[in-house]
């Protein structure tokens, strides 16, 4: 596995989480980072994507506002705040790499090296 995601959990509504991308066997410091979701019976959704540079691109509108992307290339590691939780939030969540950036594409068949995904859940 390349990345390991870690961070998540069943929160309430309104509640925060981080969640974080660790490289394990693939180097993440010289690619674009996306974060991507799927809930049960939909399709995997991007959520946000971070370039080597530390640029952020939001791929979904539902999300702006209360999820933010940062990276510590140092650490080796990206990582996902979301804020103002809300139900239709809940999903696993998947980090992935591409080369060199974000501008590369913003589909998951763009993206190589999957990490094996966290549960987020959020409810009442």
């Known amino acids: 596995v390349p990345y390991v995601e870690s961070g998540g959990g069943s929160v309430q509504p309104g509640g925060s989480l981080r969640l974080s991308c660790a490289a394990a066997?693939?180097?993440?410091?010289?690619?674009?980072i996306g974060w991507f979701r799927q809930a049960p019976g939909k399709e995997r959704e991007g959520v946000l994507c971070i370039d080597p540079s530390g640029v952020a691109t939001y791929y979904s509108d539902s999300v702006k506002g209360r999820f933010t992307i940062s990276r510590d290339n140092a650490k080796e590691t990206v990582y996902l705040q979301m804020n103002s939780l809300k139900p239709e939030d809940t999903a696993v969540y998947y980090c992935?790499?591409?080369?060199?950036?974000?501008?590369?594409?913003?589909?998951?068949?763009?993206?190589?090296?999957w990490g094996q995904g966290t549960q987020v859940t959020v409810s009442s």
């Open positions: 992935a790499a591409i080369f060199p950036g974000c501008e590369s594409g913003h589909v998951p068949p763009d993206y190589d090296y």
């Open positions: 066997g693939f180097a993440l410091d010289d690619s674009g």
